[in-house]
């Protein structure tokens, strides 16, 4: 239950502490208040909020998440898209990927990839310069 959020623009990502605890506040970017960036406490897992001087904002929580998460958007100029994944236990996987059919959604599986491990490039070798007198 690996989640990640990512977008480009003004608005921003909050998270609504409603079904993580039921007190209704927001754990992060919440009330017209935009939070920090650091890591936060939130469905049992620790969730980690960036954001660069840019218009990057990146929420990560690596799970498990013992709660549901709801993920809302504090819009400032119009939605350019966001991009979220995450990653279900194998034994949920399967009633999840026939709803998702159902709906019509495009469902991205994962792709193993393989890395070739490098050898450490070699250090770039500065000739030694000789000292020269000025006439």
Known sequence: RHVRVAHRSRNHLGILGSLMGGDGRYVL??????????????????????????????????GPTSHDLLLQVLLQEPNPGIEFEFWLPRERYSPFQARVQALGWPLRQPQPRGVEPQPPAAPAVTPARTPTLAP
Do not use: F, I, K, M
Not at 48 to 58: I, K, L, S
């Open 29 to 62: 970017n919440g009330d017209w208040t935009v939070s920090p960036p650091g890591t936060y406490e939130a469905a049992g897992t620790h969730v980690v909020y960036t954001r660069d001087t840019g218009p990057q904002e990146t929420l990560q929580a690596a």
